[in-house]
């Protein structure tokens, strides 16, 4: 099952172009990029960063670090971000164009943000833009531009790390009390987990790291295994061996660039 696999480096070169397609800008320019934010094309070649940077969004309400960004087109302004409060349980904010200003999100289930490093995000549409956060320390929720709601369902993982969305059905992993397992939820029903409306678990044999979808599979990554999931409901889902050689040193690595799944290894 792995004989497809390749290891490459891809150098930041050729500066920006936008005049080509993707396709075979990615095959004969492999490097050089079809935009650019905060970079600009370098005169010895390739693309730079620019020095400095304009604020246009002040600052998230709260203390300490900011935990996470997300750009969500269709939900509210389409800036969302997540920081401590100083006081209660809304730690989820999103940019409000009329005001130039941080709003708070009533986030109820009371969440804690005590031992969250940082909160991960997923975009998705089921009929309607929502996201799905994710901490590794609270319940998976989603967001729809108006409600945020845990996910508390009584076959779903406590404490997901990661989410994904594969085949109508959002994914969660990383629970730390059940690392190994893959949760999925109905199809296009991300608060219901239960088996009798096909939802179901997968135990993957590893701890899981990341979580990717990839063309027609679900890619799930250890730190020295890579399995994939196949098919698109619970009648034929089927999960299958594509290394037990390789994994993922960084979650947060796994991205789809030039038409390949890319982490750092």
Sequence with gaps: MADNLASFKVFCQGGLNT????????????GSAISLINYEPAVTGGYRKINGFSNDYGTVTG???????????????????????????????????????WDAVTTSGSPTMVGVTKVRFTKYNFSTPKIVLTDGINPAATYDGTTYT???????????????????????????????NLYFSAPLVETDFSVANGAGVFNVGFPIVAIKPFRDALYIFGTNNIRKLVGNNIANFVLETVT????CLA????????GDLLFLS
Excluded at 251 to 258: H, L, N
């Design 244 to 247: 037990d050689n390789l994994g």
């Design 19 to 30: 005049s080509r397609d993707v396709l075979s800008q990615g095959e004969t320019q492999p």
């Design 251 to 258: 979650t947060d690595s796994v991205i789809e660039i030039g």
């Design 63 to 101: 203390t300490g670090s900011v935990l996470g960004v997300c750009v969500a087109n269709g939900i509210n302004d389409g800036i969302l971000a997540c920081r401590t409060p100083s006081s209660g349980n809304n730690y989820l904010h999103k940019w409000n164009n009329s005001t130039s200003a």
């Design 150 to 180: 845990q996910i508390t369902h009584a076959d779903a993982p406590t404490d997901p790390k990661f989410s994904a969305v594969f085949q109508n059905h959002v994914f969660l992993a990383g629970d730390p009390a059940e690392n190994y």
